[in-house]
């Protein structure tokens, strides 16, 4: 064998050693990891027949509704079956081993002027999934039968909502669910923390799948998480806002003794249309552990991916001694796929600075939604990375960006342009 061969037979063992140890460092997406579903259930109720739930939305269920929880599992825990109707609840506290299964035909909404007070409107959430002790609810899922249920919030006057409020609980499952969306305030499925003695609670073990939302606002959209561990992610869409938001900046989350911070997390096919994002990740002054999210797809949003800067941005955050914080550097962010739109993203001003200059007059003057601060106009970039922190999130990852100028693949702090050239257009001399 000549010396010429036995190099590239060397260089190409490298590169196979290397796609194996890349391979190999993927999560299990195996829901079975993540989420113990019972074998059988001994106890199975109706909610028409068994509770004389009407199927009417004229009809408020909130008693009904919550009186078959807390019986089910008072007697050791089984099914809920919803069938085909129209429903009308909220403030839902699921209970321990208690599993609803909603037929796909069936359609829930809170009711017009839920939580309204004198003074304005007090948030509201449509389910709970958390225990107010230290003994987390357990074993509990909510699934569509047959395929997605749908969850209206079209009709709800109060825009501060969350859907699924998840703090202190373990073993859980979320899917086959759509959520019609009005610009609420809120992420429709929030992980958060439950404060019990200084200690903050939050969700472990868990499968969320086969979820969208429509009509998301900008800074929310399908999921945001300041909690969790082993949480797995399948087939998430969204219409607006950002479909995957992992933000650790509860102002209760300044000891990390006193918590658990994300930690393996993964998300597999996560999908934005026509918003802010399909990803983004900010630490804000957290150390969090790893992440692991692949298939990522934005269509005419602002970008398929953004990854943040750990910071501190409060006087009372300085004075505990909080510093940026982190992901794990074995965090893998991969497989990015984004098609370009002149006029659907939803954007921020503060980011029109990584717009290039002949594109800026695209920006629409007025907010999307009355009294907001995010415009639509054109997709930024593909990858937004200014983390300080080192995160596995390749260039080489992005494997499509149909539309794009090669500038903005790949887009980091320094690419900003903060005033372009007068002449070119209305937002040209636009700075922060």
């Known amino acids: ?90 403030e839902i506290q699921m209970k321990s081993n208690v599993h609803i299964l909603i037929d796909k035909n069936a359609s829930i909404r809170p009711p017009t002027d839920v939580n309204k007070t004198k003074k304005g409107y007090r948030s509201f959430v449509l389910f709970h999934l958390t225990s107010n002790t230290t003994d987390p609810i357990k074993n509990v899922s909510i699934q569509g039968k047959g395929g997605m249920f749908t969850i209206d919030m079209q009709q709800v006057n109060n825009h501060l909502n969350r859907v699924f409020n998840l703090k202190n609980v373990q073993n859980f499952k979320l899917s086959n669910i759509k959520v019609l969306d ?119 949003s602002g970008w398929a991916v953004r990854v943040a800067a750990g910071f501190t941005s409060k006087k009372k955050e300085e004075e505990r001694h909080l510093t940026p914080g982190t992901f794990s550097s074995k965090s893998f962010i991969a497989n990015i796929k984004a098609t370009y739109s002149p006029t659907t993203a939803q954007n921020k001003k503060k980011h029109y600075r990584y717009i290039p200059c002949d594109m800026r007059s695209l920006c629409a003057t007025a907010p999307i939604r009355e009294g907001g601060d995010s415009f639509n106009g054109p997709s930024i970039g593909v990858v937004f990375n200014t983390a300080q922190y080192k995160i596995n999130i390749r260039p080489s990852e992005i494997k499509n960006a149909e539309g794009f100028l090669p500038s903005q693949h790949y887009v980091q702090a320094k690419d900003a342009v903060v005033k372009c050239p007068n002449q070119l257009g209305s937002l040209s001399s636009y700075t922060l």
């Open 182 to 300: 009005n610009y609420s305030k809120y992420s429709a499925f929030v992980f958060n923390s439950l404060q019990i003695d200084s200690y903050l609670y939050g969700p472990v073990n868990g499968v969320v799948s086969d979820v969208s939302i429509y009509n998301s606002d900008y800074g929310y959209g399908l999921v945001q998480m300041q909690l969790g561990e082993n949480i797995l992610f399948k087939n998430l869409y969204g219409l607006g806002g950002c479909t995957l938001r992992l933000e650790t900046h509860n102002s209760t989350m300044h000891d990390p003794s006193k918590f658990k911070p994300l930690n393996n997390i993964v998300a597999r096919n996560v999908v934005s249309e026509k918003g802010n994002s399909a990803l983004m990740v900010s630490p804000h002054f957290v150390d969090n552990g790893k992440i692991d999210v692949r298939d990522i797809t934005a269509i005419g």
């Open 1 to 90: 064998m000549n010396k010429e061969y036995i190099n590239t037979c060397k260089q190409w063992l490298l590169m196979l050693l290397l796609i194996v140890s890349i391979n190999s460092v993927a999560q299990s997406t195996n829901e079975a990891d993540y989420f113990k579903a019972p074998s059988d259930f001994t106890l199975n109720k109706n909610l028409k027949k068994d509770y004389k739930a009407s199927g009417k939305f004229s009809q408020n269920i909130s008693e009904i509704f919550q009186a078959a929880i807390n019986e089910v599992s008072s007697l050791g825990g089984g099914q809920i079956f919803i069938p085909n109707g129209e429903y009308t609840f909220a």
